[in-house]
C-alpha cells in the first residue's frame, strides 16, 4: 500500500549562504516517505559579501550554491522547477541515471522553460551516491544555477560527521565572453608543483609501498582557457569569511567534495591529515585509496574520510598555483584549538602523494601487444579531442563542433567502448549524461580496477578510455566536455540509443 504522506522538503529562500553543510541523520519521517517534492525557483541573485566578488548572477531559492536536496535511495523525487532568470532555463541532474525526458537539455530532452515558466521533474534518484543539479542553459550554472544532491544509500556505514563542500569560483564574465570568442588574454592556472618536469622527475610507481607517485596519467597542467575569477569559494563564501567546521577528537568525518567550477580543476589538500578516498563521482571504488591531495576535475565528486586524532587548527584549501593570492580555504579544528596555531598545508604538490585515476585504479602499463580493447565490446568509436587554436574559438571532437559532431549510435544492450584522443594542451573533463561508466584505461595504463564515474579528465596529451552497457532508458544522451569554455565552443557530441532494424 503507498503511503500518502508526502513530505516537504522545507528550502529556506534568501538566507545567508552556508558556508559548510553538515548533515544530520535523515529524520525518521523523511526518510519513511515514498516521495521528496521541492520547490527550485531560479532568479537574478547578489552575491553576498562573504563570497569576496561584487557579482550579480542567478541563484535558486536565494542561495549559491542551491539547496542541498537529500534522498534516501529508492524514494521518488519531484522538483518543481519556475524559472524567473529572465531567459529560457532547465535543471540538469548530473550522474543520475533517469527517463531521458528528465535529463534537462534544452531542445534535446526538452524545450527551454521560458522566463516565467514552470516544469515539474519527476524520477527516482539512481543509482545512489553523490549527484548534483545544474542549469544546463548557457553560461547560468557558472552564474550560480548549482547545487548538490546526496542519494544517500542506508546499507553504508555513517561517518560521525558528514560534510558537503562545493568549491565554486566566481567568474569576471567580461572575460567569459573573451574566452568563447578566444579573444582572452587572461593567464592560464597551473598547479604548483605540478609542471610536466616535474611530474617526469617524480619516483617511478610502487605498489610495494601503496605510492603511486606521479604516473603519466596523473595529468597535467594549463586550466582556466581564458577565464578570469572574481573570487574561488567553498560553499559560498571564500577564505576567511568560510566558517570553521568544528569537530572533536576521535570523531570520523566524511567529505563529499564537489568541484562546480566553471572550468577549473581543484587540487585539495587538508593540513596535518591525509584523506582516505572511498568513491569517485559517487560511487564506491573498488579499494579505497589514501592521499595527500585531491585532484578534482570540473564536475567530478570525491568522498574523502579522515580521523581527528588531536586536538589542533586545520586548514583544508585549493591550491591555486599562480593564482594564489586568493585562499581557497576553510579552517577544520577542535573546540579548544586557540592554544593550537593554525597549520597550513604545504603550497606544493611536488612530492604529494596525488589522487589520480592511475592510483585509485591500480594501473599497470599497457604492455606491448596488449590488444586494444579490454573485453567484447561490440560498439568501439574513437573520438578526437582537439581545437583552441588562437582565434579559432571552436573545441571540437573528430574537428566538429556541436551539433555537427559525429554521434554514436547504440542499441540497448550493447557493451560501448570510447576512446578518447586528446592532443590539445588542456586537460578535458569529458561526462556522459545518463550513465555511469567505467574509466578502464588513462594514457597507456590499463586500469585493473576501473573507476565507475559519470565524468573523466582526459589529460593534456593523453588519452582515456570508457566502457559501459548501453542499458540506461532510450533516449538522446550528451556526451560533453564539462569545461564550460569548451562546451558552449562545441566540444559535445550525444550517444543515441536507436531502435533495433
Ligand atoms: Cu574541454
Redesign the pocket.
Known amino acids: 500500500m503507498r503511503r500518502r504522506d508526502f513530505l516537504q522538503t522545507t528550502l529556506a529562500a534568501g538566507t545567508a549562504a552556508l558556508s559548510w553543510t553538515l548533515l544530520p541523520p535523515m529524520s525518521a519521517r523523511a526518510a519513511d516517505s515514498d516521495l521528496v517534492e521541492v520547490t527550485l525557483e531560479a532568479r537574478p541573485y547578489r552575491y553576498p559579501r562573504v563570497t569576496g566578488a561584487n557579482f550579480t548572477g542567478l541563484a535558486y531559492n536565494g542561495q549559491v550554491p542551491g539547496p542541498l536536496l537529500r534522498v534516501r535511495y529508492g524514494q521518488s523525487f519531484r522538483a518543481r522547477f519556475i524559472n524567473h532568470t529572465g531567459s529560457g532555463s532547465t535543471v540538469h541532474w548530473h550522474g543520475m541515471i533517469l527517463p531521458n525526458d528528465m535529463d534537462g537539455v534544452p531542445y534535446v530532452t526538452q524545450a527551454p522553460v521560458p522566463n516565467g515558466g514552470e516544469f515539474l521533474y519527476s524520477f527516482k534518484p539512481d543509482p545512489p551516491g553523490f549527484r548534483w543539479y545544474h542549469s544546463h542553459v548557457g553560461d547560468q550554472d557558472a552564474r550560480g544555477l548549482f547545487g548538490a544532491f546526496l542519494v544517500e544509500d542506508p546499507r553504508e556505514p555513517r561517518a560521525d560527521v558528514e560534510v558537503v563542500l562545493i568549491l565554486h569560483d566566481v567568474p569576471d564574465l567580461h572575460s567569459l565572453h573573451a574566452a568563447l570568442a578566444g579573444t582572452s588574454d587572461a593567464p592560464m592556472y597551473l598547479p604548483p608543483g605540478l609542471t610536466a618536469t616535474g611530474m617526469r622527475a617524480q619516483p617511478a610507481p610502487s605498489r610495494m609501498s601503496g605510492m603511486s607517485g606521479m604516473s603519466s596519467s596523473a595529468g597535467p597542467m594549463r586550466m582556466g582557457?581564458g577565464l578570469k575569477y572574481l573570487s574561488h569559494c567553498i560553499n559560498g563564501a571564500a577564505y576567511p569569511q568560510t566558517r570553521p567546521l568544528i569537530l572533536k577528537v576521535g570523531q570520523t568525518v566524511r567529505l563529499r567534495v564537489l568541484n562546480a567550477s566553471p572550468t577549473l580543476t581543484h587540487y585539495v589538500r587538508l593540513a596535518g591529515h591525509e584523506l582516505r578516498v572511498t568513491h569517485s563521482d559517487g560511487n564506491p571504488l573498488v579499494r579505497p585509496v589514501t592521499v595527500d591531495a585531491l585532484r578534482i576535475g570540473v564536475a567530478e565528486r570525491y568522498d574523502a574520510w579522515f580521523e581527528v586524532t588531536r586536538p589542533g587548527a586545520w586548514l583544508l584549501e585549493s591550491l591555486m598555483g599562480a593564482h594564489g593570492g586568493r585562499r581557497q580555504a576553510m579552517v577544520i579544528r577542535t573546540a579548544d584549538a586557540a592554544a593550537h596555531p593554525l597549520q597550513v598545508p604545504p603550497q606544493s604538490l611536488a612530492g604529494a602523494r596525488l589522487f589520480t585515476y592511475g592510483l585509485a585504479g591500480d594501473g599497470v602499463p599497457l604492455a606491448a601487444g596488449t590488444p586494444e580493447s579490454f573485453g567484447a565490446a561490440n560498439v568501439r568509436r574513437t573520438l578526437l579531442?582537439g581545437g583552441g587554436t588562437p582565434g579559432h574559438p571552436h573545441?571540437t571532437i573528430d574537428g566538429k563542433v556541436w551539433p555537427n559532431a559525429p554521434r554514436i549510435d547504440v542499441r540497448h544492450g550493447d557493451r560501448v567502448e570510447i576512446a578518447f584522443e586528446n592532443p590539445?594542451d588542456?586537460?578535458?573533463?569529458?561526462h556522459l549524461h545518463g550513465h555511469i561508466f567505467e574509466l578502464i584505461e588513462v594514457s597507456g595504463e590499463r586500469l585493473r580496477r576501473p573507476l565507475a564515474k559519470d565524468t573523466s579528465l582526459v589529460p593534456a596529451g593523453g588519452t582515456a578510455r570508457w566502457r559501459f552497457w548501453a542499458d540506461s532508458p532510450p533516449g538522446r544522451w550528451m556526451l560533453h566536455?564539462?569545461?564550460l569554455?569548451?562546451?558552449m565552443d562545441g566540444?559535445m557530441t550525444e550517444v543515441d540509443y536507436v531502435h533495433r532494424a
Do not use: E, I, R
Not at 426 to 430: L, N, R
Open positions: 582557457d579531442l573545441w590539445t588542456m586537460d578535458h573533463p569529458m566536455c564539462h569545461n569554455v569548451h562546451q566540444m
